[in-house]
């Protein structure tokens, strides 16, 4: 729990990071940095579904 905990406050800090340095906007910097991991983690959930089922396609196909 503890790595995932760090992991996400790296995450955080640089799409804040990137953020400020492109735009200069504090307010932007921290809303693309609160936005973007969330929309990351739904894009992630739906990635390991197709994962999944490519896996099992893969799996049938072979036996």
């Known amino acids: ?5 760090t992991f996400a406050v790296v995450h955080f ?10 735009t200069g906007s504090w307010v932007l910097g921290g809303m693309i940095a609160l936005l973007e991991p969330a929309a990351n983690t739904v ?3 739906f990635h390991e ?5 490519v896996q099992r396609r893969r799996a049938r196909l072979a036996a």
Not at 1 to 5: D, L
Not at 49 to 53: G, L, N, P, R, V
């Open 43 to 45: 894009a992630y959930f």
């Open 1 to 5: 729990m503890k790595k995932t905990a």
């Open 13 to 22: 800090c640089v799409a804040f990071g990137v953020t400020f340095l492109i």
């Open 49 to 53: 579904k197709a994962w999944e089922a």
